[in-house]
């Protein structure tokens, strides 16, 4: 079995990525007429040009609604998990990062979707785990954006609750500030027994 994330571990001194590919616009703030078409298929085809050239990875954006103006930029958006099982299914070296916005996602359907993404991409997903972001997204959700520090506390709790569920053993409690859950447990846990970065 290959190390987890061959690619960014056992490659180039330099690692390249793609950013922002499942928005549509991309990284592009200007409205021009060939601003990044954010189809599935473009991104499939992205996708699979950059395992083909060496490039190490590709990284989402989490947005729920685009910016205001008349340009709605980022209005369209591909939810990043879904996103990322369908790049590594597609894909045979080539890491995928999935965006993930611990307040939005109860940290135990998560523990079991991203599971299920590593799995999918045999140890090449990665993740970029986000306390806070757009309060207006928040808003969207009926959840209230917390202080900064209450963001990364809850942050921690959320990934220690992941961690446990991946390490397997028997159901636990957890009684945190943010969380208080009985008899947890998960499986399977990332491919290889081995979290994703």
């Not at 995928?96 to 590593?118: E, G, M, N, R, Y």
């Not at 969207?140 to 446990?164: K, N, S, T």
């Not at 569920?165 to 491919?191: I, K, M, S, T």
Request: glycine share 10%.
């Amino acid at each position: 079995m290959p190390p987890r994330n061959a690619a960014l571990v056992q490659g180039n001194a330099l690692n390249l990525g793609l950013f922002g590919a499942n928005c549509s616009n991309g990284r592009t703030y200007a409205t021009i007429p060939e601003a990044w078409d954010a189809t599935w298929e473009h991104n499939l085809d992205l996708a699979r040009l950059a395992d083909e050239l060496g490039v190490e990875c590709m990284i989402p954006i989490a947005r729920w609604k685009g910016y205001a103006g008349e340009s709605r930029i980022n209005s369209s958006t591909f939810e990043s998990i879904a996103w990322a099982c369908g790049l590594l299914a597609a894909t045979r070296r080539l890491n995928v990062f999935c965006t993930v916005h611990v307040s939005l996602f109860h940290p135990l359907i998560a523990a079991k979707q991203l599971a299920t993404a590593d799995h999918i991409g045999s140890g090449r997903l990665v993740l970029n785990l986000v306390c806070g972001a757009i309060e207006d997204e928040f808003r969207m959700f009926g959840v209230p954006m917390l202080e900064h520090d209450d963001r990364y506390a809850q942050g921690e709790e959320w990934w220690q609750i992941v961690r446990q569920v991946w390490a397997g053993g028997p159901p636990f409690d957890f009684d945190g500030v943010h969380f208080q859950l009985r008899r947890v447990e998960g499986a399977p846990g990332p491919y290889g027994g081995e979290a994703p970065w």
